[in-house]
């Protein structure tokens, strides 16, 4: 299982699974995250933490615990 916090910078990956729960599970759906999106890693900050990501359009950050809990391919 990869997830979205190995994919390197400058790479794409597809959302296969979201592995979170409850709230963080919906928070991370309603920013466009979904099963079959496609995810491009523009930077990761200098400390390792936010990754900057680009979905559907627009640029996003999330943060490394949250990008572990979405299973990528």
């Known amino acids: 299982m990869k997830t979205l916090k190995e994919v390197p910078v400058g790479t794409s990956a597809t959302v296969v699974k979201l ?9 991370i759906m309603d920013m466009g995250i979904t099963k079959g999106t496609l995810v491009y890693v523009r930077k990761v900050a200098p400390l390792g933490d936010p990754i900057q990501v680009s979905v559907r359009g627009y640029e996003l950050s999330i943060r490394k615990a949250d990008a572990d809990t979405i299973e990528v391919e």
Do not use: I
Not at 19 to 27: L, Q
């Open 19 to 27: 592995h979170g729960e409850g709230a963080v599970r919906r928070r």
